[in-house]
């Protein structure tokens, strides 16, 4: 009799805490496929140029702004799980049904187990992002964004218009040649006002070497105007290459860009070659939020938990223990945040 009474009470324990894993995972996919297309679409309707002064087609529209959704998902997956624990705790207060599972024996480590696997679960959802489709997202990212700078450059651009490339950067050429070639090339870089450049080219035409996209200018000169200096320095040129990559968004003057690098390129970094050295914050800052990002996941159910995992009859306010916890969420994304500002600001000295 005892046994049977306990492998009912067993069974009956399993099954409430599958009911509670369903009805938090709903929420969560809920709340996080909401806020992921809510977020998403303010951000696509920033690159709608693509579409109308850009001529680009839908698949490069949604693919470029597309691959901005890991990232999206890595951020927005904590707090979509964070608001998940807390509609269904809510609700089983709401319902009388934690306090009928509180005085049935249902122990509160019994009740935190189905929060906790799911937390799991989508913490290594986060950790599959951060670590492993985020930095080839922004990589294929770059690469389209450079596509599209080159198609903008060899069949959007009418001849005589003034375009802007970037901040900075000026663009113009005089008409179009027989072979689709640039007649008159003009080009400004302010992007660095210490080194201003202008250049200028009979010819230029754009090539794709080794999966790079470079504008190849003929004929030209390069004038170059340094701070102080009364006169401008004047190099002539018969052929001269700049690569288009440089355009892309997040593309500064060092190849090595952490956020895009793979997570095993980032921990056997060699930090003896100069390049990296000068990188070296930035790197071990990209690999702490890399590993730490999935925690958060974690302490968010944790700390809903926390705030609503006791049992409360409906007499009892609720509002203080969510406001309370919604505090506490921002805080601990705020140190967060914190370290890794500290880490960048220790590895570049400043106070």
């Known amino acids: 009799m005892e046994i049977s009474f306990a492998l009912a009470f067993w069974w009956l324990m399993i099954l409430i805490e599958r009911y509670i894993f369903r009805t938090t995972l709903g929420a969560f996919l809920a709340a996080l496929f909401g806020l992921t297309g809510i977020i998403w679409i303010t951000q ?3 690159e709608v140029d693509l579409l109308t002064t850009k001529g680009q087609t839908l698949w490069i529209f949604f693919g470029i702004t597309g691959l901005g959704i890991p990232i999206l998902l890595m ?13 269904v705790l809510n609700r089983l207060n709401g319902d009388s049904e934690l306090v009928v599972l509180s005085a049935s024996g249902f122990s509160p480590g019994l009740l935190l187990r189905p929060f906790i696997l799911l937390a799991i679960l989508v913490s290594l959802f986060i950790a599959s992002m951060t670590l492993i489709v985020m930095p080839w997202s922004f990589t ?20 005589g218009q003034f375009i802007s490339l970037t901040d900075g950067f000026l663009f113009h050429y ?8 640039l007649m008159g090339v003009f080009m400004q870089d302010r992007r660095d006002p210490t080194k201003i450049a202008v250049y200028l080219a009979e010819v230029g035409k754009t090539v794709d070497l080794n999966g790079q996209n470079y504008l190849i200018m003929e004929k030209g000169s390069i004038q170059r105007q340094d701070p102080g200096a009364t ?33 095993r ?66 805080g601990v994304r705020l140190l967060g945040a914190a370290a890794s500002t500290l880490m960048l600001r220790e590895a570049y000295g400043i106070g």
């Open 265 to 330: 390129e980032l921990v056997n970094a060699d930090l003896t070659v100069p390049a990296l050295a000068a990188q070296a914050g930035r790197i071990r800052a990209e690999l702490q939020d890399r590993f730490i990002n999935p925690l958060y996941a974690l302490a968010f159910s944790l700390i809903a938990f926390v705030g609503l995992g006791q049992a409360r009859t409906t007499r009892q306010g609720r509002g203080a223990a969510i406001v309370l916890s919604v505090a506490a969420l921002i």
């Open 140 to 159: 294929v990212q770059k690469d389209l964004v450079t596509r599209v700078r080159t198609d903008f450059l060899t069949r959007i651009v009418e001849a």
């Open 75 to 87: 951020v927005i997956a904590p707090i979509a799980l964070f608001m998940a624990v807390i509609y």
């Open 231 to 263: 006169d401008a320095a004047i190099v002539t040129f018969d052929r001269y290459a700049i690569d288009l990559s440089q355009f892309a968004p997040n593309s500064g003057t060092a190849n090595f860009v952490p956020r895009e690098r793979k997570t």
């Open 44 to 46: 696509a309707l920033r």
């Open 174 to 181: 005089r008409e179009r040649g027989p072979n689709g070639e």
